[in-house]
């Protein structure tokens, strides 16, 4: 599904003396099947952004279009629910929203309340815990009783069974030891491109937006500050300077080399053992790069 | 030089009698002055390291020595003067109604005199930056204000020792940016021993020496430097290494000679222009 | 916000009421609740209905806002006066609604009744719109403390209201973040029957339980490794003086009473 923001503003607790304007004036496009990173600041208007994508929050002004759902100020969305089928959130710390006695049900839960039948649920939770990587055996199990790692899995599963075509990732990471985070990075890309999904990862490592979305936006105190490819974006150290943010690593390095060496060593979305190749035609003296 | 301020002999815990071990068999020395980063996957046992010193755990082997004195019963209430303990959770460990509260808080429970309360309040809460805030309310701060607080309520005590468990991990980067300048600037005021716990490998390139666990037991004790260059090790125990680090192993493997395995940017940075030099 | 929550909260203040031990203020109010029941003349009512508002406007709050937090309470006081006017049957008949008659006697007792319990009301709400909850939590435990003989929990009371007050807002916050959560699921909050409304409940009270539970265990936690052991040999960081305006409003209370006193029918 396609997804544009024409002229979005949101207005928290509006026409109070507590009013406080969370985005403003916002207008982009997302085309679907592409996976797209949102980055900025706690406080940007990152979460208040994502959450207009599955009718959580109503603009105060402008017009969010999803496939061919319309969200505006004016009208209530009456086919709501059929929106939160097709657009899933998995939000921060995901495994705060188990409840259910067994994973099983827990995951069945969505599918259950958008009236899938019996049958295709089971069908479903089966494939969804396949997809995280858990083994079928644990179907039966509690979900409390996992471990912290397991318990995230479940509760995407959670989210992947009702098979939605747009999926929202807000810091999926979040808390997880390295190898976790790589993980859990590895499957979302993994399904992102077996399911065909529009992915949004909402995000602050710089690092993860460089390596696994293709379209990066920037938002800074509410508004949209930059977009475009991470080799575009990534590479503008003053601007992103400017809102407090840091250029990945590999490509600060490859600055510093910049200022150090006389070449023309440019980011071009090399992975580390390229730029290592390229490093030592650069020191031995094979000046042309 | 420091002296043996933590010392663990033979420590084995668990958390019930059939369960598996946690921890097996540690022993490792911490000096009164030294900074110790203590690494490993979810599920090494380094978290109940940082509850054994301070007597939140008791191990059912071995002994525990803080500042000479054995961890038991009848210690623990001195030795938890001694050691202070910043947690992961920046909202659970907030007790305070405000930011003065909760720095107060361990003063009240040590019984100092409220004279000595207000000066020690007003110290700690400078030595984090926080000085402006002491009548926020917890719900009106950052992640890394609420952790910052929980720092000014440890020095406040005037601890031998701080205890960093995983206080970064539910910040953002600003947020771990704010702690560690704090953390930084504290260490470089007070002598004191200071254990971080954690994931983040640019806290790791910090500290004086690194305790890497692996399933509960004590897999290698050494310097930042020398635990990065055994990357191969670590990526198999489910570690991560830094960039710079990866970056050094693949510049070593095409056969260009570092001599020191580099830390950060500019030593790498310094070891590419030595050897362009050469050619 | 809604308007309904006004009673109660807090209005950040430098006005002599605001600064006040909060022992004095829950002191005066407490004893003005008993007073109250006392007046049943035209003039104690006068003096009563001069000092509420006389502490209306020491607070330095603006009159109107303070009567916009009693909307939730108008009916009760509107109701209270016409069951009077209906029931009460003394005095002459000053006039006829259709056909029922109204007495002399029940506009009298219904005014008063209703202007008593406006002033309760008021006047309560006037401890919590100039002193912080944390202030109520000090003075609660300051004015029970002679229940400790009796060994009463009193600092055990006091440190687990404090620590409710601390953690309202992050469980507020909490619940609107799961209830998002779910309402992202298929959960509907807000239409169907009752009985799938309070279904639709379950996915919200259970993950609140676990997440209060193991912020409680942490907070334990922590709280041990800070030091805490009970109340025994604590001091305190918050402390509560009796200053020359709690004496001078005593003071001022001692003459209502007398004058209430003189007044009285």
Known sequence: MDISFKNVSYTYQLNTPFEHKAIEDMSFNIPSGSFVAIVGHTGSGKSTLIQHLNGLLQPTAGEVAIGSYRLTAEKKLKDLKELRSKVGIVFQYPEHQLFEETVAKDIAFGPLNFGVEQQEIEKRTAEALKAVQLPEGMLERSPFELSGGQMRRVAIAGVLAVQPEVLILDEPTAGLDPRGQKDMMEMFKRLHKQEGLTTILVTHSMEDALVYADHVMIMDHGRKYMEGSPQEVFVKKEELKRVDLDVPEIIQFIFKVREMFPTDLNYHGQTIPELAEELGRITRGDIHE | MGYNFIEFKNVSFRYGENMPWVLENVSFQIKSDEWIAII???????????????????????????????????????????????????????????????????????????????????????????????????????????????????????????????????????????????????????????????????????????????????????????????????????????????????????????????????????????????? | MNNAFIIGQYVPGESIVHRLDPRTKMVVIFLFVIIVFFANSFWSYALLAVFSLACALFTRIKFSYIIKGLTPVWFLIIFTFLLHLIVTKEGDILFRIFTYPVYAGGVMQGAAISLRFFLLIMVTSLLTLTTTPIEITDAIESLLQPLKKIRFPVHELALMMSISLRFIPTLLQETEKISKAQASRGVDFKTGRVKERIQAVVPLLVPLFVSAFKRAEELAMAMEARGYQGGEGRTKLRELKIQQRDILVFGVFALLIVGLLFTRA
Do not use: C
């Open chain 2, 40 to 279: 490993g996957h979810n599920g090494s046992g380094k978290s109940t390291i940082a509850k054994l010193m301070n007597g939140l755990l008791s191990p059912q082997k071995g002994t525990i020595l803080i500042d000479g004195m054995e961890v038991n019963e009848d210690t623990i209430w001195e030795i938890r003067k001694k050691i202070g303990m910043v947690f992961q959770n920046p909202d659970n460990q907030f007790v305070g109604t405000t930011v003065q509260d909760d720095v107060a808080f361990g003063m009240e429970n040590r019984g100092v005199p409220r004279q000595e309360m207000l000066k020690r309040l007003e110290d700690s809460l400078s030595a984090v930056g926080m000085q402006d805030y002491e009548l926020r309310e917890p719900h009106r701060l950052s992640g890394g204000q609420k952790q910052r607080v929980a720092i000014a309520g440890v020095l406040a005590i005037s601890p031998q020792a701080i205890i960093l468990d995983e206080a970064t991990a539910m910040l953002d980067p600003n947020g771990r940016k704010e702690i560690m300048d704090t953390i930084r600037s504290v260490k470089k005021k007070h002598p004191l021993s200071l254990i971080t716990i954690t994931h983040d490998l640019n806290e790791v390139t910090l500290v004086d020496r690194v305790i890497v666990m692996n399933k509960g037991k004590v897999w290698l004790e050494a310097s930042p430097r020398q635990v990065f260059s055994r990357k191969k090790e670590l990526l198999e125990i489910g570690l991560d290494i830094p960039f710079i680090a990866k970056l050094a192993g693949h510049l070593s493997q095409q056969g260009m000679p570092l001599k020191n395995e580099p830390l950060s940017h500019e030593e790498l940075l310094e070891e590419l222009w030595t050897y362009h030099s050469k050619m």
